[in-house]
C-alpha cells in the first residue's frame, strides 16, 4: 500500500511506494552521487582511499554513507576505501568492517557478549 511521506532528506511529501523514505528526486540525487563515488574511488591513483577524505568530497554523512553501504551500494570499492577502526585505531578496507569496528575488535566484541 502507498503512504504520503516526508522525504528524509528534503522534507518534500511524497507517494511511498516502497520503504524508501526519501523522494524520488533526492533518490535520484543520491544514485548520482553513489555512481560518482564509485568512479572517484575506481578512478584514483591511490592504493586506497580514506573514508573520511571520499564523505568530505562528496559532502556525505556517515550515517547516510552507512545505510548506503548495508544497501550495497560500495562493493565494488569496499576494498579500496579505509576507515580508522574506532577502538583500535588500524586502517583497515571497510569490507573488513562492522559498524565502525574492523572485524577483529568486532569479533572480539561479540565474544565480551
Ligand atoms: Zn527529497
Ligand atoms: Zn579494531
Known sequence: MANVANCKKCGALFLQTSKR???DKCFEEQNRIVNE????VINAPEDTVPLDKLLEKFNMKIDEFESLYVAGKFVK???KVTMKCSKCGNIVPIANKTNLLCSSCAKKLQNEI
Open 21 to 23: 523514505d526519501i523522494c
Open 37 to 40: 563515488m564509485n568512479s572517484y
Open 77 to 79: 570499492i569496499s576494498q
